[in-house]
């Protein structure tokens, strides 16, 4: 499925949010409700599959061009060649900057020989990956305090329900004194929010009235269906009242240790 885990930069006042998506090809529909603009994008290669190192990357970068861009301009991509001493990845660094020009670099490395031979290699990484999360940072928007007041608010809420209503959200602006209409409004914030991943939020679905607090929520959702009996019999076609069946068999836990609730009205 797809972990979320945070990570205090060092030496910096960054907290990077850590995406981690499956890589199988049944999940692979998914990541677009969660791929975001404003993004580091870092791509895993596998040089043991049967599709090429190039075919490979080719498909993931079109991906963020697709679902991670903003205005025109590409989140930063690193690539990884993964098992690199079983088999190396050989890329065409050439004809892929040529084509994405937001590829910074290709790292070769070995996640078992990470203290051994390849330990240069994950150094340069290392090196790098703090640089371009920190230009990413440099790059962000200033929260003014009623902005980074319901920021915190949300988070909070967030151990504790997986859902708020807009009205609520609106009211919270409203008491925290975030402007209706205007420069740096609730409109803005909200799209801001969602791209951080604090709240997932989907303008297009007119009958969710609700944002979805707790990103876990959908994820552990999502790949509950995903890989369910049932869905695997019915080769991919669930009637409403399978899903609400699968979803609302148990509750689970994300991995904060949240209760996660897949009540009938929610299904939709």
């Not at 692979?28 to 791929?35: G, V």
């Not at 098992?83 to 996640?111: E, G, I, Q, W």
Request: proline share 4%.
């Amino acid at each position: 499925g797809i972990d979320i885990l945070d990570w205090q930069v060092p030496d910096s006042d960054i907290t990077a949010h850590f995406w981690d998506f499956g890589g199988q090809v049944m999940a692979h529909a998914t990541h677009q409700f969660f791929l975001r603009s404003q993004c580091l994008y870092i791509l895993v290669l596998d040089g043991r599959t049967e599709i090429n190192a190039n075919e490979q990357a080719e498909y993931w970068l079109d991906h963020v061009r697709a679902f991670g861009s903003d205005s025109g301009s590409d989140s930063p991509v690193m690539l990884i060649g993964n098992k690199a001493d079983l088999c190396p990845v050989n890329l065409d660094m050439a004809r892929l900057r040529d084509k994405h020009p937001n590829v910074t670099d290709f790292y070769p490395l070995s996640c078992t020989q990470y203290r051994a031979d390849y330990a240069p290699h994950f150094q340069r990484f290392r090196v790098d990956l703090l640089q371009q999360i920190r230009a990413v940072g440099m790059h962000g928007i200033r929260f003014l305090k009623p902005h980074f007041t319901v920021l915190q608010e949300l988070i909070s809420r967030s151990g504790r329900d997986s859902f708020l209503r807009k009205s609520a959200y609106e009211s919270l602006c409203k008491d925290k004194g975030v402007a209706e209409q205007g420069d740096l409004d609730r409109g803005w914030l909200l799209d801001l929010l969602d791209k951080l991943g604090v709240v997932l939020h989907f303008p297009d679905i007119a009958d969710l009235d609700s944002l979805i607090l707790n990103p876990r929520w959908l994820t552990y959702g999502v790949y509950r269906l995903l890989y369910s009996e049932a869905a695997q019999q019915a080769e991919g076609r669930l009637k409403e009242q399978e899903v609400i069946s699968i979803l609302s068999r148990r509750e689970v836990d994300d991995n904060l240790g949240n209760s996660l609730s897949y009540t009938p009205d929610k299904a939709g």
